[in-house]
């Protein structure tokens, strides 16, 4: 019966667990971080909850305040914008969206993080930004873009795959939906955060790709795209080296919809103990646990200097 099937010593322990996580969220917080969202809906926060939650979960476990800012990208124009509105925060999120309204506020926004230090997780469009900007100004491209912004563009570093056109017409089939595999390269700042497995498993809602022609170049470049398709070379997590870059991750993925208060997803932790560290210069941090500062620990997270590979 139910009573024989229940392991009574598991329940207290998940008991304890659920008692611990509880007792977290009314106590004294240790660290406080401003952490901006640029998103295009950023008047309609419902847009976002998942990941609202999300860092609701990684506030709790790491003991830290975040005062969120939004900010609404429609209204970033150039360089000075982004600066206006980015700088201060310890971290910042760019998320999905569709359509091209606030983009190039968003690709501004990335490259101010990129230049700047500022701990960064873009997600599903948030990737693809941080790929078109890295392409421009680093690799050189100018008219580097998505064809779902500039279809005639000559630079289409984002573009929709041969095979998905193929269903073009039919509602939602064009889109890769629902949990799919990612495979993981050792090594990596993704590794690390998702403690060392070779292969996670995410949920996807994304019609455009890293196109493939561009791969091999945005790679000798410099951009590291640490996650992709076990089978095919679709590029599905990106991140810079650590050299250059204390906390900088994409992924096309949503990872905010795997988050559980008694487990934070891995990137939004590591993005959060990120922004920790920015906000604490020279403390040890021991209270959060060695994987995330890990995570965090950039060798140039607090020389505030660009390096070579960042103009």
């Known amino acids: ?11 207290d322990r998940s008991r304890a667990r ?8 009314e106590a004294p917080r240790r660290h406080r971080i401003k952490l901006g969202i640029t998103g295009k809906y950023a008047a309609l926060r419902d847009a976002y909850a998942s990941i609202d939650k999300a860092i609701e979960h990684c506030a ?66 948030g990737f693809q930004v941080a790929v ?7 690799l050189g491209l100018d008219d580097a873009n998505s064809t779902e912004l500039a279809p005639d563009c000559s630079g289409a570093v984002i ?24 495979q993981v390269t050792p090594g990596s700042l993704a590794a690390r955060l998702y403690g060392e497995q070779s292969s996670i498993r995410e949920r996807f809602r994304h019609r455009y790709e890293v196109e493939p022609e561009y791969i091999d170049q945005l790679c000798e470049a410099g951009l590291v795209f640490s996650g992709r398709h076990p089978e095919y070379p679709i590029m599905q997590m990106l991140e810079l080296p650590r050299a250059s870059h204390p906390f900088f991750i994409g992924a096309q993925f949503h990872p905010e919809l795997t988050s559980r208060p008694l487990a ?14 920015l906000s604490e210069p020279g403390a040890s941090l021991k209270d959060i646990p060695e994987r995330w500062r890990q995570s965090s620990d950039g060798d140039s ?11």
């Open 159 to 182: 573009s929709e795959l041969p095979e998905q056109k193929q269903l073009e017409g039919i509602m939602g089939g064009t889109m890769r939906l629902g949990a799919q595999d990612v």
């Open 60 to 125: 709790t476990t790491l003991s830290c305040e975040i005062e969120v800012n939004w900010i609404d990208t429609s209204t970033i124009n150039d360089m000075e914008d982004a600066a206006r509105e980015l700088d201060g925060l310890h971290a910042v999120i760019v998320p999905g969206g569709f359509g091209s309204r606030g983009v190039e506020g968003k690709i501004l926004c990335a490259e101010y993080a990129r230049k700047n230090h500022l701990p960064y997780l873009g997600i599903c469009l």
């Open 18 to 25: 659920w008692q611990a996580f509880a007792d977290s969220i």
């Open 264 to 277: 934070p997803n891995p990137m939004f932790m590591g993005l959060v103990a990120a922004g920790i560290r």
């Open 301 to 311: 997270a607090s020389n505030g200097k660009p390096l070579a590979g960042t103009t």
């Open 132 to 138: 078109i900007e890295y392409a421009r100004n680093v």
């Open 1 to 11: 019966d139910l009573h024989e099937r229940v392991n009574p010593i598991e329940e």
